[in-house]
């Protein structure tokens, strides 16, 4: 028993029918009837390399079943889960137990990401190795929302993954550059009192750890660049021939520290909204190559995290339905194509975090596709499948819109709704 | 006038008004019965999560000569210490039967959270945020400048230096913004490590030397107090060297114009930001700022609390 979508828009522009059997894209091509997919562009299934499913420890604001519905409502097939559950994803027994969870909720691929260091706290290696080994088959190592500031931790790590072709992804953020700090530093920070987080805290580590990279060789993944300044240091790294790729979040795409002027923690995020001229230099840079991916950072906290004052709310925001809307914006609205667009949201991440069976769509690969109608319009609602609301995003009309997201050939989502 | 968060929330007009309206009542303040019965049946409550005896008997003189009752409520004694959030705290307190809430808090922005975020509908009155704004002192030095140049409504054409850590002051950012709302010109000095970016946008000359700052004879001189915890930040490389450069010192008071007058919102570091020759001189407006706080806190309660039934 095949299905088969008729009549989609591939990347590349060209019309075809795909065919899928027993989940994998048996062929493309003029194939007859079928579900018809008249105007809708089939993509391979997005990838999100940053993603937050707060399980263990964590399950007011998420699970691993909430976000991985979540996920399938914004078009992913596999999310990458970071670490900074409790207890922290720093051994084989808690990675694989968040890939069983993965596996039981069956929305879409959960690849967990594991801590660089014990307990995120920076002080000693966690389990590389045994996290690697284990049936979660961990490559990327991440202590996000901690920034890997010992430098010769951050060399050892970069060493010590090499071995298994792993890839250390940084949350740079200079700790004592950005004590107390609560919003981008500038003329606004000062107006409204709140403490400046200076664009060197990020682009200091960036530098630093590139060089690092070079010398030993090894991948380095820069998580959420926010800065013009960081995608210069980028480039140039990436023109000196460095193992280096990043990434930018929604957010940082399209909102600017302006929002914070009413305190509303809704826009509290970690690293902070930037200015008009940084999200300029970042869509250019996701234009031009040196930014490779956009990760969602999506960050659910429950109602009572950001229901306070702003220095005492938590920092992020959730993202994964408004991704891809977000992205068609940038990429499709600033002169991009299809191909670009697929390469940002889902093979280039794939490659990065090695997972096999995503991010492409051809014969004989797994059935990891997503179709999304370009010419919708739609305003983002703060409901979404996530357990938590904490989007700025909501009330905003964005384009494009999710129908089939497609799983290992099932459909999580079909039409437009997403699986009971 | 429902609140009062920032200066900026505030127009040329609306300034004056509260300034007019100040020297007004602090003839009350002369008065051998210093009650008016303007605020009778309101409830004022002083929120105070940090510790600030001067504002708050202030705003407590205040509310009291207007006949206010007043619940004084500081989070050391409250059960903010074990975890309640502030939303709870001020939702309990308007219970309470709060029309208005006088509060000091260390984060930036929680005044404002108070006022907008539509946890309570009582007035809230910012006695200072975090390091963002403290709109009364601003007020109060802008009364006291006006009486002491003997203008009557703005401030236009005076010229002031406001010297210190500018960085962290509240004091700092609400009297620039009232002070050129006012038509004054203002001038920020202070160590390079103390002083924020951007300050200049907010209508301020940056200075980076005291002495050549002097020489361009302001009008008034205001002294911002130097927390103890900065002195041990890195700021600046001693105390010692704080002082030389950017203390009002004997010296430097004595090289003063004897027009110039000289402003601290206290309390001073004595002997420290400011010498006791300068602050004890009769050049010294720091009583007057003091007295001026009353009145300029009864008119600020009276425009939030009688005002609304307007
Ligand atoms: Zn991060």
Redesign the interface.
């Known amino acids: 028993m095949s299905t088969i979508l008729s009549n989609v828009t591939l990347a590349n522009g060209k019309s075809a029918d795909i065919e899928i059997e027993k989940g994998v894209v048996t062929q493309i091509g003029s194939l007859g009837k079928g579900i018809d997919c008249s105007g809708l562009i089939a993509l391979p299934g997005f990838v999100d390399l940053h993603t937050h499913l707060r399980q263990p420890g964590f399950e007011a604001s998420e699970t691993v079943l909430s976000g991985s519905r979540s996920a399938a409502a914004g078009g992913y097939t596999a999310v990458l889960a970071m670490a900074n559950t409790m207890p922290v994803a720093d051994s084989a027994g808690v990675v694989e137990q968040v890939m069983q969870l993965g596996l039981e909720a069956g929305y879409c691929q959960v690849q967990p990401i594991g801590a660089v260091t014990k307990g995120l706290v920076g002080e000693e290696l966690a389990a590389l190795g045994s996290m690697a080994n284990s049936r979660a088959q961990v490559r990327v190592f991440s202590d996000d929302g901690n920034c890997v500031h010992d430098p010769l931790l951050m060399q050892r790590a970069l060493q010590y993954v090499k071995s298994f072709d792993g890839v250390i992804a940084q949350h740079a953020q200079e700790p004592k550059l950005t004590q107390g700090a609560q919003m981008n530093d500038g003329a606004l920070a000062t107006e409204l009192g709140l403490k400046g987080w200076p664009a060197v805290a990020e682009e200091a580590i960036i530098a630093r750890d590139a060089l690092l990279a070079e010398q030993t060789g090894s991948r380095l993944h820069i998580c959420h660049l926010t800065t013009a300044g960081a995608v210069d240091v980028v480039r140039w790294a990436k023109n000196r021939g460095i193992a280096i790729t990043a990434e930018v979040t929604p957010h940082h795409l399209m909102l600017t520290e302006e929002s914070v002027r009413g305190y509303n923690p809704i826009y509290k995020v970690n690293p902070p909204l930037r200015t008009k001229e940084d999200t300029l230099a970042l869509r250019e840079a996701l234009l031009d190559g040196t930014i490779d991916v956009l990760g969602t950072d999506h960050a659910p906290h429950s109602a009572e995290k950001k229901d306070c004052e702003w220095e005492a709310a938590a920092f992020g925001m959730v993202a994964l339905e408004h991704a891809a809307s977000v992205l068609q914006d940038v990429i499709i609205g600033g002169g991009g194509d299809w191909e670009l667009f697929a390469k940002v949201i889902s093979s280039r991440a794939a490659k990065i975090a090695r997972l096999q069976g995503q991010g492409a769509l051809a014969v004989g690969e797994p059935a990891n596709l997503t179709l999304i109608d370009p010419a919708a319009k739609r305003v983002i609602e703060s409901k979404t499948q996530s357990k938590s609301e904490n989007n700025p995003f909501a009330g905003m009309e964005l384009p494009g819109k999710v129908i089939h997201t497609i799983y290992r050939g099932e459909f999580t989502v079909r039409e437009g709704a997403l699986r009971a | 006038m429902k609140h009062l968060i920032s200066i900026s929330d505030l127009t040329k007009a609306q300034a004056v008004k509260l300034l007019d309206d100040a020297s007004e009542l602090s003839s009350v303040n002369e008065r051998e019965v210093k009650k008016l019965p303007a605020l009778r049946g309101k409830t004022v409550v002083n929120l105070f999560f940090e510790n600030s005896t001067r504002t708050r008997i202030s705003f407590e003189v205040a509310a009291k000569r207007l006949s206010a009752d007043v619940i004084n409520f500081s989070a050391q004694t409250s059960s903010l210490s074990k975890g309640e959030?502030?939303?709870d705290t001020a939702q309990t307190l308007e219970a309470l039967g709060a029309h208005a809430i006088v509060v000091r808090?260390p984060?930036?922005?929680?005044a404002?959270?108070l006022a907008?975020?539509g946890w309570i509908s009582s007035s809230i009155i910012n006695a200072g945020?975090?390091?963002?704004?403290h709109p009364t002192q601003a007020l109060l030095d802008a009364l006291t400048l006006r009486q002491a140049f003997g203008l009557n409504a703005d401030l236009s054409g005076l010229n002031v230096l406001i010297v210190g850590d500018i960085l962290h002051s509240?004091v700092a950012?609400s009297n620039v913004l009232l002070l050129n709302l006012l038509g004054a010109k203002v001038t920020v000095a202070g160590p390079t490590t103390l002083m924020?970016?951007?300050?200049e946008?907010?209508g301020a000359t940056i200075s980076h030397n005291f002495d050549e700052a002097l020489e361009q004879k302001p009008d008034a001189v205001m002294m911002l107090r130097v927390q103890k915890e900065r002195m041990q930040g890195s700021f600046f490389p001693s105390e010692r060297e704080y002082a030389k450069n950017w203390a009002l010192s004997s010296e430097r008071f004595r090289r003063l114009s004897s027009s110039t007058r000289i402003l601290h919102p206290g309390p001073m570091n004595r002997g420290f930001e400011i010498a006791s020759e300068a602050a004890d001189s009769n050049q010294s407006l720091v009583l007057k700022q003091v007295a001026n706080g009353v009145s300029v806190r009864m008119a600020v309660l009276y425009a939030t609390l009688a005002g609304e039934e307007n």
């Open positions: 959030s502030l939303k808090h984060y930036s922005g929680a404002h959270a907008h975020r945020d975090g390091s963002h704004e509240r950012r924020p970016n951007g300050i946008k907010l």
